[in-house]
């Protein structure tokens, strides 16, 4: 493997670990301190979720293409 792709390997492996540490990190606060603070209807908390999941959706499927990045080397 050269020095170009080991770099860009490890580079996406950052950034699917910020991914997923932002996005936990978010919906919790937005969770369970924000939400409550404000008052804000179930329906806020579900929207939060999805949120979530979306982001948690987004690191899978890097995590996916880095795991095919992995492959091809």
Same mark, same amino acid.
């Given at each position: 493997?050269?020095?170009d792709t080991e770099q860009?390997?490890?580079a996406k492996g950052r950034h699917?670990?910020?991914?997923i540490a932002?996005?936990?990190? $978010?919906?919790?606060?937005?969770s369970l301190f924000v939400g409550p603070a404000l008052g804000l209807p179930g329906n806020y908390a $579900? $929207?939060?979720d999805f949120a979530a999941l979306a982001g948690l959706?987004?690191?899978v499927?890097?995590?996916f293409q880095l795991w095919r990045?992995?492959?091809?080397q």
């Amino acid at each position: 493997m050269d020095k170009d792709t080991e770099q860009a390997i490890a580079a996406k492996g950052r950034h699917i670990a910020i991914v997923i540490a932002a996005t936990i990190c $978010l919906w919790l606060i937005l969770s369970l301190f924000v939400g409550p603070a404000l008052g804000l209807p179930g329906n806020y908390a $579900l $929207l939060f979720d999805f949120a979530a999941l979306a982001g948690l959706i987004y690191a899978v499927v890097n995590i996916f293409q880095l795991w095919r990045m992995r492959q091809g080397q």
